[in-house]
């Protein structure tokens, strides 16, 4: 089983831009679908985006459509999530996530779950 460690999380301004990095453990990383999720301050934690084990099939949720992008290098043992034109409904602590044999993209998928990095959007 893969281990996950988040980074490049931080403070932003509106608008501004972010790319956090989940770097995995272990030599079967190629075989796991991969996610990102986020959960603000009160709320469940939500889906965000997820790729595929080889990275050709990407997903995102409607709020993140058309500003995030998710990408793996399975050479490195990363997966990436860009964020551009954050807003501040952005303001999350963000989780890199592991699945294998499901997509992961509800919480009940994950096999994995980094520790979390923290993402605050100013206004």
């Known amino acids: 089983q893969v281990q996950l460690v ?16 989940c ?37 995102y949720a409607d709020s993140v459509e058309d500003r995030f992008t998710i990408s793996r290098d399975n050479a490195k043992n990363t997966v990436y999530l860009q964020m551009n034109s954050l807003k501040p409904e952005d303001t999350a602590v963000y989780y890199c ?13 994950i096999e994995v779950w980094g520790q979390g990095t923290l993402v605050t959007v100013s206004s």
């Open 23 to 59: 770097a995995a453990s272990g030599r079967t990383f190629s075989s796991y679908a991969m996610g990102w999720f986020r959960q603000a301050p009160g709320k469940e934690r939500e889906f965000v985006a997820s790729i595929n084990w080889g990275g050709s099939s990407t997903y």
């Open 6 to 21: 988040e980074s490049g999380g931080g403070l932003v301004q509106n608008g501004g831009s972010l790319r956090l990095s």
């Open 97 to 109: 996530a592991a699945s294998r044999g499901r997509i992961p993209s509800v919480v009940r998928n």
